[in-house]
């Protein structure tokens, strides 16, 4: 899931290690998200989200969903 973790962490000046502290996470773990290779769990989500000042729409971008086609609307 695409991410503004890593602009938000640097706006601040915080390294993934102090990032992860605030989290109660480990740097490993931030460094996963970050880089989009682990989606966060809705708790932790809400976390990141509350820490920045933002709402989780504006720190994560979900991947669009796959388009229905008509038909399969239909049946």
Known sequence: MKNALRVLRAERNWSQADLAERLS???QTV????????????????????????????????????RVER????T
């Open 31 to 66: 460094n996963a998200i970050e880089t989009e290779k682990y989606d966060p769990s809705l708790p932790l989500a809400f976390k990141i989200a509350r820490l920045f000042g933002k709402l989780i729409e504006d720190v994560f971008e979900p991947e669009e969903p796959a």
């Open 25 to 27: 996470v480990s740097r």
């Open 71 to 74: 038909e399969e609307l239909e």
